[in-house]
């Protein structure tokens, strides 16, 4: 069974693959917002923010790549939203495949497609001066803290993508997942903002990503932070694939 459902995923996430490798405006759409914040902060907002940063794309980049991943799943949003609308969801499903195979390759299409889109952003971000001091360890650490979150907020998006009565709706949910990094660390430290923004700031899941991903980027020894952000990555990804997958079986049944 195990075998028959890797190989049902497989096939039809290489399917999905297919469409973006055809329609690569896709994945550069989803570059372009994070790259124009990163352009608009370094070069026009930069000079008047005081990060105790030699330079402030250093300081600024998690944030930005949090921002890639919030805009990516929304194209998954959307995307689940038209093959559930178009009814290709029930020719799937008249086949003797794995029907959870069906949703499980918009989820690893999505992931795929951001770990581009971020691999576009990072490449951006070292033509404009980023430099890191992080290891091979330090590396590979970041890259599993952002795919661990980009499958958290991908499963968020099934959600809407499965219950949505029209495409905006499918793909509205993500404008606060876009909002987010905006009050966190991600921008100027936490330190500056008033009494209620920075107890919110301090305490919302996106401030603990980006501290702990700074860190690393920096090759500074990393606190609690890490633990704190993996916490909020596994919760979020338990709670939202579990309603995914009940709003899924009661679709499909």
């Known amino acids: 069974m195990n075998t028959h459902f890797l190989g049902d995923t497989a096939i039809l996430t290489g399917r999905s693959l297919r469409h973006i490798t055809r329609s690569l405006d896709t994945i550069i759409t989803t570059a372009i917002m994070p790259i124009a914040f990163m352009l608009l902060f370094v070069y026009v907002l930069g000079g008047a923010i005081d990060t105790g940063t030699d330079a402030y794309v250093d300081y600024l980049l998690p944030g930005i790549l949090i921002i890639t991943i919030a805009s990516g799943v929304s194209y998954t949003a959307f995307r689940l939203f038209l093959d559930m609308n178009s009814g290709i969801f029930d020719r799937f499903h008249s086949m003797p495949i794995a029907r959870s195979s069906v949703l499980w390759a918009h989820v690893m299409t999505s992931l795929v497609a951001i770990l581009m889109s971020l691999?576009?952003?990072?490449?951006?971000?070292?033509?404009?001066?980023?430099?890191?001091?992080?290891?091979?360890?330090?590396?590979?650490?970041?890259?599993?803290?952002?795919?661990?979150?980009?499958?958290?907020?991908?499963?968020?998006?099934?959600?809407?993508?499965?219950?949505?009565?029209?495409?905006?709706?499918?793909?509205?949910?993500?404008?606060?997942?876009?909002?987010?990094?905006?009050?966190?660390?991600?921008?100027?430290?936490?330190?500056?903002?008033?009494?209620?923004?920075?107890?919110?700031?301090?305490?919302?899941?996106?401030?603990?990503?980006?501290?702990?991903?700074?860190?690393?980027?920096?090759?500074?020894?990393?606190?609690?932070?890490?633990?704190?952000?993996?916490?909020?990555?596994?919760g979020v990804l338990i709670v939202a694939y579990a309603v995914a997958m009940t709003i899924y079986r009661r679709k499909i049944s």
């Open 119 to 234: 691999a576009v952003v990072v490449l951006v971000a070292l033509l404009m001066g980023f430099r890191s001091g992080a290891g091979v360890l330090a590396w590979l650490a970041v890259a599993g803290i952002l795919m661990l979150f980009t499958l958290a907020l991908t499963w968020l998006a099934v959600i809407p993508g499965l219950s949505a009565k029209t495409a905006d709706g499918a793909v509205v949910f993500s404008y606060p997942l876009i909002f987010l990094p905006f009050i966190s660390s991600a921008f100027v430290p936490t330190e500056t903002m008033p009494g209620p923004v920075r107890a919110f700031a301090e305490y919302q899941p996106v401030t603990s990503i980006v501290n702990a991903i700074r860190d690393l980027f920096a090759g500074q020894p990393v606190g609690t932070d890490i633990w704190i952000a993996l916490a909020w990555c596994v």
